[in-house]
């Protein structure tokens, strides 16, 4: 997910899929994986041209280690940052990526993040004393953490049991087989089809199991469906003379819960004879919903390259429930996470020693924020 996040934030390539282990559509296989976090970041093992943009990051290995001994891997990596940037030139801008938080606040909790953000904290009045005030701190994360304690969605299981074969490769006669990569413990489940006409069946059986929210699927070249517990609904998109539109439509409850926030946008002369609002509009009308941002949000996961293998159904779960890697599930509690819909995973944070920056900004418009 910090790939994707990162990427958009700071306009570079997006990576190959969301995770280090990935469905390669084109050989129609599960690639990546553990070996991606061993031996040295060679150029197969760098996700995204973002990192090019990136004076400081962690050693190639602490991006798996920070989730085993995350106490010893942050003070590490804030201590391997101060040295870095004190032997760095003074006369331009620096860019350092600090991960070692992420996986603090995953397995111990927001009362241990608080102490590594109060270090932290030190270290830029340090840099900002040494450099002078006129030195501008801009500090963003690449996205927010449910904080609860949360416990593994039995995804495989419910599919099986819906008559789904489970793969990590398709071949010609792979019509019932899906594949959903598991790496990370995170809130959110991208499901991969076999047969292209089997998306809808996917997402339908899985409105029934416990932690899931809602599934979303592509729906012809400019919607997508949304399927969960809550209802059913179809996010469409028109651009007219470069303007771009959404419209929201329920056939059956409101799974995004955005029917009072239509009635606003149509009482205030916000939606035009077809039911479609500006993108703007239904911006600045859910930037702080249950689900921020959803129509555009949603819809572009989809509809654009976030990742270079876009999933065929995407699952966002609710707090308190993951998906990923058992192995790994069984070797650490899982205190936090993030990945799905809801607002406290999608909503990070930036902020500014200097300037006053908008009450909200997608990442995709981020870049020009980033910078003095």
Same mark, same amino acid.
């Given at each position: 997910?910090?790939?994707?996040?990162?990427?958009?934030?700071?306009?570079?390539?997006?990576?190959?899929?969301? *995770?280090?282990? @990935?469905?390669?559509?084109?050989?129609? #296989?599960?690639?990546?994986? $553990?070996?991606?976090?061993?031996? =040295? !970041? %060679?150029?197969?093992?760098?996700?995204?041209?973002?990192?090019? *943009?990136?004076? @400081?990051?962690?050693?190639?290995?602490? #991006?798996?280690?920070?989730? $085993?001994?995350?106490?010893?891997? =942050? !003070? %590490?990596?804030?201590?391997?940052?101060?040295?870095?940037?004190?032997?760095?030139?003074?006369?331009?801008?620096?860019?350092?990526?600090?991960?070692?938080?992420?996986?603090?606040?995953?397995?111990?909790?927001?009362?241990?993040?608080?102490?590594?953000?109060?270090?932290?904290?030190?270290?830029?009045?340090?840099?900002?004393?040494?450099?002078?005030?006129?030195?501008?701190?801009?500090?963003?994360?690449?996205?927010?953490?449910?904080?609860?304690?949360?416990?593994?969605?039995?995804?495989?299981?419910?599919?099986?049991?819906?008559?789904?074969?489970?793969?990590?490769?398709?071949?010609?006669?792979?019509?019932?087989?899906?594949?959903?990569?598991?790496?990370?413990?995170?809130?959110?489940?991208?499901?991969?089809?076999?047969?292209?006409?089997?998306?809808?069946?996917?997402?339908?059986?899985?409105?029934?199991?416990?932690?899931?929210?809602?599934?979303?699927?592509?729906?012809?070249?400019?919607?997508?469906?949304?399927?969960?517990?809550?209802?059913?609904?179809?996010?469409?998109?028109?651009?007219?003379?470069?303007?771009?539109?959404?419209?929201?439509?329920?056939?059956?409850?409101?799974?995004?819960?955005?029917?009072?926030?239509?009635?606003?946008?149509?009482?205030?002369?916000?939606?035009?004879?077809?039911?479609?609002?500006?993108?703007?509009?239904?911006?600045?009308?859910?930037?702080?919903?249950?689900?921020?941002?959803?129509?555009?949000?949603?819809?572009?996961?989809?509809?654009?390259?976030?990742?270079?293998?876009?999933?065929?159904?995407?699952?966002?779960?609710?707090?308190?429930?993951?998906?990923?890697?058992?192995?790994?599930?069984?070797?650490?509690?899982?205190?936090?996470?993030?990945?799905?819909?809801?607002?406290?995973?999608?909503?990070?944070?930036?902020?500014?020693?200097?300037?006053?920056?908008?009450?909200?900004?997608?990442?995709?418009?981020?870049?020009?924020?980033?910078?003095?």
């Amino acid at each position: 997910m910090t790939n994707i996040a990162l990427s958009a934030m700071l306009g570079a390539t997006p990576p190959l899929g969301y *995770e280090s282990l @990935y469905f390669d559509k084109s050989s129609r #296989e599960l690639r990546g994986g $553990v070996s991606k976090y061993i031996g =040295w !970041r %060679t150029p197969d093992k760098i996700p995204s041209s973002y990192m090019d *943009e990136l004076d @400081y990051q962690e050693p190639l290995a602490f #991006e798996f280690l920070v989730y $085993v001994a995350p106490e010893r891997v =942050w !003070r %590490t990596d804030m201590q391997r940052f101060r040295e870095r940037f004190r032997a760095a030139p003074q006369t331009r801008d620096y860019f350092a990526f600090l991960k070692g938080t992420d996986g603090l606040l995953h397995i111990r909790g927001p009362e241990r993040l608080a102490v590594a953000l109060e270090s932290l904290d030190k270290i830029l009045r340090e840099i900002q004393t040494s450099c002078g005030w006129e030195t501008e701190i801009v500090l963003f994360s690449d996205h927010g953490m449910n904080l609860r304690e949360n416990q593994r969605i039995h995804l495989k299981t419910h599919l099986r049991s819906r008559g789904f074969a489970l793969g990590s490769s398709f071949s010609e006669t792979s019509r019932d087989t899906v594949a959903i990569p598991a790496f990370g413990l995170c809130g959110y489940a991208a499901i991969y089809c076999g047969d292209g006409e089997a998306l809808a069946d996917v997402a339908n059986s899985l409105v029934e199991l416990e932690g899931v929210d809602f599934s979303i699927y592509r729906d012809g070249t400019r919607a997508i469906a949304v399927t969960g517990a809550n209802g059913v609904g179809r996010v469409e998109r028109k651009q007219t003379n470069g303007e771009t539109s959404y419209r929201y439509l329920t056939s059956d409850g409101d799974p995004l819960q955005l029917q009072p926030i239509l009635e606003t946008l149509k009482q205030t002369g916000k939606l035009d004879e077809e039911g479609f609002a500006s993108d703007q509009d239904w911006l600045e009308t859910t930037a702080n919903h249950i689900y921020p941002d959803p129509l555009a949000n949603l819809y572009t996961s989809l509809h654009t390259q976030r990742v270079r293998h876009t999933a065929d159904v995407l699952v966002s779960l609710r707090d308190g429930y993951y998906y990923g890697w058992s192995p790994f599930a069984r070797l650490t509690r899982l205190a936090a996470t993030h990945g799905n819909a809801l607002r406290p995973s999608s909503n990070a944070f930036l902020m500014s020693t200097h300037r006053t920056l908008p009450p909200f900004v997608r990442a995709d418009d981020a870049q020009p924020l980033l910078r003095g």
